[in-house]
């Protein structure tokens, strides 16, 4: 990698990890969005070290956003508002992975919610029609490959409902070290104070806009 490519990385990096922790004002289609899909990153590898843990990542963010309620968990894109991604990582920027393996192919899952709702999904592959960049479909079978990214857990939140949702930009983004372990889940932590402190400030403001 080139001098010019490296700085380019890490100024990305430094505003990627500002981004989740600065205050941020949601648009109103994301207050208002009922439905989410989460996702493991379309470029994400199975690290070599721990193979299952951005499965883990997954599954932990979807059980915590059935158990807060807030959501409706969906396994389809094309009814999904929002768009989550995940990606553990692995504490160095370099990590050697292997793409396109068995991570890719989601088993049936009965997952507990509030009330004592059960929710039942599966998923097989990679979500459809998420990017239009994505060069890590299952069908390139399994595959070495060198990662380049946050040593950081990440959580991204994107726009559904249009096409190749995850080529636009996040319109909010948390990376910090272990935000993605269990039990405590820190990145869904902060999401669910950012909804909040939005919803706030949208009824203050609709509140100062009556006559």
Same mark, same amino acid.
């Given at each position: ?34 439905? #989410?899909? =989460?996702?493991? %990153? ?5 690290? /070599?070290?721990?193979? $299952?843990?951005? +499965?883990?990542? &997954? ?58 709702? #059960?929710? =039942?999904?599966? %998923? ?5 029609? /998420?990017?239009?960049? $994505?060069?890590? +479909?299952?069908? &390139? ?71």
């Amino acid at each position: 990698m080139s001098r010019i490519s490296v700085l380019v990385f890490v100024a990305w990096l430094a505003a990627s990890v500002c981004a989740g922790k600065e205050k941020v004002i949601l648009p109103a289609d994301v207050l208002n969005a009922q439905t #989410v899909l =989460i996702v493991i %990153q379309p470029e994400a590898g199975e690290p /070599l070290t721990d193979p $299952d843990a951005n +499965r883990r990542a &997954q599954d932990d963010v979807e059980r915590a956003l059935t158990k807060w309620g807030r959501f409706q968990v969906v396994m389809s894109s094309q009814t999904a508002d929002l768009i989550i991604t995940v990606r553990k990582g692995t504490g160095r920027m370099v990590t050697p992975s292997i793409g396109g393996g068995p991570i890719d192919n989601r088993p049936v899952m009965l997952q507990p919610g509030e009330g004592g709702d #059960v929710r =039942i999904g599966g %998923q097989r592959g990679h979500p459809p029609d /998420l990017s239009q960049t $994505d060069t890590t +479909r299952p069908n &390139q079978g399994p595959h070495a490959q060198t990662e380049i990214g946050s040593s950081e857990d990440t959580m991204e939140v994107y726009r559904g409902r249009v096409e190749y949702p995850l080529d636009s930009s996040p319109v909010w983004r948390y990376t910090a070290k272990d935000s993605l372990r269990s039990p405590r889940l820190q990145a869904v932590e902060q999401f669910r104070k950012v909804l909040d402190e939005a919803e706030k400030a949208a009824s203050q403001k609709r509140q100062k806009q009556k006559p």
